[in-house]
């Protein structure tokens, strides 16, 4: 059976998502029919048909991710081989250093394949080892036969390993470049709301308590560009709201949150929250927070230590409100507590500068209610 | 001077009535269907895999058509990209501009019996060629040939200093050169208000004291005309010509470039309704010198022409690991002679 592999689209780039394909296993097309959709990190390609002949079998679907020289389609039947990097043997396919580095305009970079020696590459065939998802730990990133040993047992006893998609995929690399970048400090804290109404709107009171500490330390809404160690502090509050759902994290941003009524704000969470959920979110409501809010209580926990994502400089999580024994005057009472966590980037603040943020935002959730 | 007004755009296909040379437009337009159908293949090709990162010259055919038409024998062409038109009119076969978009040099061995023996290859890193194009004619003035040197570039290459360097010794030393631009509105992403503030491209001849023509590139008529004109003054040593020719990029940058991500789709639309061979179909139609019939016969004539070449292209045998040295050596350091006896035992592989 023919296949037809993923080409190399654009000057190097190695992976591309199906967007859509335009035909089903069975039909007939001709040479230079439209097949599939696929977007790379530059483009969103059109890919035609190299041949006339019958789709034989899709081996990917819409949404899913795909290298160059991995199989995209089979044709029906066995009529001619057709052209050579195109249609052949999936095992002449993994020749994944023969790369296309012609370039007009801008320089791509390379990818992260270290090579291996035929020796190795043999090895990896016979026992099931793809060297493009290995990460190699010999001279100059070069895989080698421990390397390949290793991913084969593993392979063995746990199966295969499964590539992060989508915004799970862009939140992993999100987390690893904060991770590296920002110098972590936490202060954790807890206040009685026992005074609140039943019905009081939490993530409300959290967002006006969060423009209060600002109003006491206004560098807390702020960017900081690590690169040329500058600081930019920010007079709007464009507050990111972490929202959890089952495709992963998404943190869509509610505009200037100091100057808004409570209806207001909440008709505006609930429309972000709602097309999170049906996945309608423009990008452009996901980016540019100044500072964010995790409201991970509703779920559970009670203090944790989230990660601040350059270039903003703090995250506020708040927990899961708990009962605990009070004392007021000698007599016991049951109190409500609710658990604050306070990250910051040692590199944009000080520790006095968190600390006021924090006793302002405390002060202001054990404050009657207005 | 061409013109007694100096800068305006010139333009032809709305006043052809007495146009003498039906016969030579007709064989324009023909030319620029057949590489409008080439051109759509070799995006296809690249698209599965059969042909490297490609330029296309999507609304650039009636620029490229006319340099090929009004070039003589013994005239010089130094291309940037976008010119397969030409270099096809100059002698170059489709299959070996496929091969050198597939990255196979021999595609750059242009026959020896043709004009384009005496051409430069692709120049793919911006406006480069120019000075050598300065060179060529420098070299062609000093041994009195009757040539002229047509040069080519895009938008984004008059902001280079080889442009204006070029410019310059052709103005002093009044070479027999003619720099065509084609101002297609766009260098990759960067559009034409953010590339020069000067009145227009061609004004820029005014410092290099030579003489700047704007035109409708996508009126091949108009084309023609200032390119015949252009040429055959330098030919007679009476000077360098800019010419500013006016287009639309109706295609990506390249293959690896997608123009939806900074461009409108509104302003694409506008520019399809100026698009060159429309126009000339239309002009030739209303002249009774073009009709249907002819029309179906000749695209029917452009893929058989355009599958056989890709079909001589595909079935090329990929070039030898040895070629690398071959190519470069007119003989054979010693050092390098076990390095080649090894690689000449090893098959080549496509390079797209």
Request: charged letters at 20%; hydrophobic letters at 40%.
């Amino acid at each position: 059976m023919p296949y037809f592999t993923l080409p190399d689209l654009g000057e190097g780039l190695q992976e591309a998502e199906i967007v859509e394909w335009h035909v089903n296993e069975g039909d007939s097309v001709k040479v230079d029919d439209l097949l599939l959709s696929v977007e790379t990190a530059k483009a969103i390609v059109d890919i035609p048909s190299p041949r006339d002949g019958i789709i034989g079998s899709l081996f990917v679907r819409n949404g899913d991710l795909i290298h160059t020289g991995e199989p995209l389609l089979a044709f029906a039947g066995d009529e001619g081989t057709g052209s050579q990097t195109v249609v052949g043997n999936l095992e002449s396919q993994d020749d994944s250093d023969n790369q296309d580095h012609f370039v007009i305009g801008a320089v791509t970079e390379g990818h992260h394949f270290g090579g291996a020696t035929p020796a190795i590459r043999a090895l990896a065939q016979h026992l099931g080892v793809n060297l493009e998802q290995l990460r190699g730990s010999g001279p100059n990133g070069t895989i080698t036969f421990e390397d390949v040993q290793q991913n084969a047992n593993l392979k063995h006893s746990h199966g295969d390993s499964t590539p992060l998609k989508g915004v799970a995929r862009s939140m992993a690399k999100t987390m690893a470049c904060a991770g590296q970048q920002v110098v972590p400090v936490s202060l954790f804290d807890q206040t009685s709301i026992r005074h609140w109404a039943a019905h009081t709107d939490i993530t409300l009171r959290l967002i006006q308590a969060i423009v209060a500490g600002c109003q006491a330390e206004p560098a807390l809404n702020a960017w900081f560009d690590g690169s040329t160690l500058s600081m930019r502090v920010v007079e709007k509050i464009d507050l990111g709201i972490a929202v959890d759902t089952p495709d992963g994290l998404f943190v869509p941003v509610l505009r200037d949150v100091g100057n808004r009524e409570p209806d207001d704000l909440r008709e505006g969470l609930d429309r972000l929250r709602h097309d999170v959920r049906n996945r309608k979110i423009p990008a452009k409501e996901l980016q540019g927070a100044t500072l964010t809010l995790s409201n991970f209580g509703t779920l559970g926990g009670r203090f944790a230590t989230p990660v601040v994502v350059p270039p903003q400089v703090a995250i506020v999580g708040a927990g899961k409100r708990f009962i605990q024994p009070g004392i007021n005057n000698g007599a016991l009472f049951e109190d409500v507590q609710l658990p604050l966590s306070l990250t910051f980037d040692h590199r944009a603040l000080n520790g006095g500068q968190a600390a006021r943020f924090l006793a302002a935002l405390l002060a202001d959730l054990s404050a009657p209610p207005m | 001077m061409f013109m007694p007004e100096p800068y305006q755009i010139h333009q032809r296909l709305d006043a052809l009535a007495d146009c003498p040379h039906w016969q030579r437009l007709t064989e324009g337009y023909r030319n620029m269907q057949l590489i409008r159908t080439f051109d759509k293949k070799a995006v296809n090709l690249q698209r599965t895999g059969q042909l490297g990162t490609y330029a296309s010259c999507l609304g650039a055919e009636a620029i490229a058509t006319a340099g090929g038409m009004a070039l003589a024998r013994e005239d010089y062409f130094v291309p940037y990209y976008r010119d397969h038109a030409t270099q096809y009119l100059r002698g170059v076969p489709l299959y070996q501009i496929l091969q050198y978009w597939g990255g196979d040099e021999r595609g750059n061995a242009f026959p020896a019996d043709t004009p384009a023996s005496r051409d430069l290859p692709n120049c793919v890193p911006i406006a480069t060629q120019l000075p050598q194009a300065a060179g060529i004619a420098t070299k062609a003035k000093l041994t009195h040939e009757h040539a002229a040197v047509l040069a080519t570039c895009g938008d984004g290459g008059t902001s280079r200093g080889d442009f204006y360097e070029t410019l310059n010794v052709a103005g002093v030393w009044q070479l027999p050169l003619v720099v065509m631009v084609n101002n297609n509105q766009w260098a990759i992403s960067v559009p034409g208000q953010l590339q020069t503030a000067s009145r227009s491209i061609a004004h820029k001849a005014e410092a290099a004291g030579i003489e700047g023509i704007r035109v409708d590139g996508n009126d091949l008529p108009a084309l023609l005309e200032v390119l015949d004109y252009a040429l055959d003054k330098a030919r007679h040593g009476k000077g360098a010509t800019l010419v500013e020719a006016i287009s639309y990029r109706l295609s990506d940058h390249t293959t690896a470039d997608d123009a939806s991500r900074y461009r409108k789709a509104s302003e694409l639309h506008t520019a399809w309704q100026h698009e060159p061979i429309a126009r000339l179909r239309h002009a030739l139609v209303n002249a009774r010198q073009w009709d249907a019939e002819q029309e179906t016969q000749w695209q029917q004539h452009c893929r058989d022409v355009v599958d056989d070449a890709v079909k001589t292209y595909l079935e090329h045998p990929p070039q030898v690991p040895a070629d690398m040295l071959d190519h470069l050596y007119a003989t054979l350091p010693a050092s390098l002679g076990r390095q080649r006896q090894t690689l000449s035992r090893q098959q080549g592989d496509p390079h797209a």
